[in-house]
């Protein structure tokens, strides 16, 4: 069953809105974000996001939430388009998809205790229907749901190691029981043990409450561990997506392969030689015509300088836009 459909999402942001760049000349521009994307979230699921940094993977997240305006495409939860709700209706959905940031100490507010962090999402929701007693016994319940000690309630989020940190942003987001919730680089800054521990504490959480997530993250060994399905974005766009066993069995675009050779394997004899990619990443604001990955491609032909590539399954759901398998399948066909 789908939880989120997402239809032709574009995510815009414009430079030079003031006073000043008018009257200076230097004119709007405007940065292709999230560039006609489309995917579907399973219920129950976990779904990976990857990517270099800017590639618009954080950007697509944040406009699931409408934290940021989308241009205009449909984002579908349970059959209900996010950016068609009323402030109502938007409220009642942001109860049931939550939010865990990449930046914990940044989103909790330094003069409030861990206790009134967790406990300020449920007092929003009961507004005065719950007595004092049953929101402490809550929140301690929700400090023990993440492995954290009952007297980390009357703790400042200083007090908390980045680990600690985490798990407190674990709780508040599991307060409301949401059925969906994106994590958007939730081990960053982590160590190895203590990124396992929030890894291994998210999959308990998930088999016990059902929840879907939306893994953002550019570590992909963190989603193939985590990912039932999974999607790699190239400047705004999405350039392969499918069941992550399938992709990480046989990558099929340039960009997928570059970026799984670079990941580091325990064995030497699992490492594969490490695909270099040439050039920089091209601006968001004047993406390249044709393939955006064409200026990096070490398989790049003629026809990728002209002509964008659609998503095209290779079976199975296994989602690719790269004109090398549109040329195979030409010359099959």
């Known amino acids: ?55 618009g993977k954080s950007t697509l997240g944040q406009s699931i939430f409408r934290l940021v305006k989308a241009q205009s495409g449909e984002i ?42 967790i406990a300020e999402p449920l007092m929003m929701r009961e507004k005065g229907k719950i007595d004092n007693q049953s929101l402490f016994d809550e929140v301690i319940r929700l400090l023990q749901a993440v ?44 160590d ?45 766009k999405i350039v392969e997506m499918g069941q992550t066993k399938d992709i990480f069995r046989e990558m099929a675009h340039p960009y997928t392969k570059a970026l799984i050779s670079a990941v580091p394997q325990v064995s030497i004899n699992q490492q594969k030689e490490t695909i270099f990619l040439e050039g920089e990443i091209p601006s968001p604001i004047h993406p390249p015509s044709g393939c955006r990955f064409r200026t990096r491609c070490p398989q790049v032909m003629k026809r990728c300088k002209t002509h964008e590539p659609a998503l095209i399954d290779l079976g199975s759901g296994h989602l690719c836009a790269c004109h090398l398998h549109t040329v195979n399948q030409e010359t099959n066909n």
């Not at 008018?22 to 976990?46: P, Q």
């Open 1 to 55: 069953m789908d939880l989120i459909e997402i239809n032709h999402l574009k995510t815009y942001f414009y430079q030079n809105k003031g006073f000043l760049s008018k009257l200076f000349g230097e004119g709007l521009k405007t940065i292709h974000a999230v560039d006609d994307v489309s995917l579907t979230i399973k219920k129950g699921r976990t779904f990976g996001l990857v990517g270099e940094s800017g590639c």
């Open 76 to 117: 579908l939860f349970q059959g209900q388009d996010v950016l068609q709700m009323d402030p109502k209706t938007l409220m009642a959905f942001r109860q049931q998809a939550q939010l865990i940031f990449q930046d914990q100490y940044g989103c909790m507010n330094p003069r409030m205790t861990v206790g009134q962090i």
């Open 147 to 190: 492995n954290l000690d009952p007297e980390s309630a009357t703790k400042f989020p200083n007090e908390f190691s980045g680990g600690q940190a985490r798990r407190i942003g674990v709780a508040r987001a599991i307060a409301l029981t949401p059925v969906f919730i994106m994590a958007d680089e939730p081990t960053s800054g982590l």
């Open 192 to 236: 190895i043990s203590t990124a396992a521990t929030i890894l291994n504490l998210m999959q308990d959480l998930q088999d016990k409450l059902n929840i879907t997530y939306l893994w953002v993250s550019h570590n992909l060994n963190q989603v193939k561990y985590m990912s039932d399905d999974m999607a790699v974005m190239y400047l705004g």
